[in-house]
Nanobody, 123 residues
């Protein structure tokens, strides 16, 4: 699976951005998609995941971010609303074939990764 993330950029606190993750190389609907982020000097953090019609979120983004997918377009999305300066990070989309829901929150469950897209939120 090849993944291409896009949509990052600069936003003000309280603003919104939408990230996209285009996938190729495998039937898209069979993979689970996740988003992780990594800020400078910090470990990579789980943001969100989608498995079939179920969605999962990290505590820090719950209620502000929404993960979705369009199987017809082989693309996943991360809608980020009410952005905060602490959301500043490089965001990565990732794909997994795991059937274990709890494993979707850990980055080592994902075999395929996109290149990352920078999100910067100013106060």
């Amino acid at each position: 699976v090849q993944l291409q993330a896009s949509g990052g950029g600069l936003a003000q606190a309280g603003g919104s951005l939408r990230l996209s993750c285009a996938a190729s190389g495998r039937t898209f609907r069979t993979i689970r998609m996740g988003w992780f982020r990594q800020a400078p000097g910090k470990e990579r953090e789980f943001v969100a995941a989608i498995k079939d019609f179920s969605t999962y979120y990290g505590d820090s983004v719950k209620g502000r971010f929404t993960i979705s997918r369009d199987n017809a377009k082989n693309t996943g999305y991360l809608q980020m609303n009410n952005l905060k300066p602490e959301d500043t990070a490089i965001y990565y989309c990732a794909a997994s074939t795991t059937a274990i829901t709890s494993a979707l929150r850990t980055d080592n469950s994902y075999a395929y990764w996109g290149q990352g897209t920078q999100v910067t939120v100013s106060s």
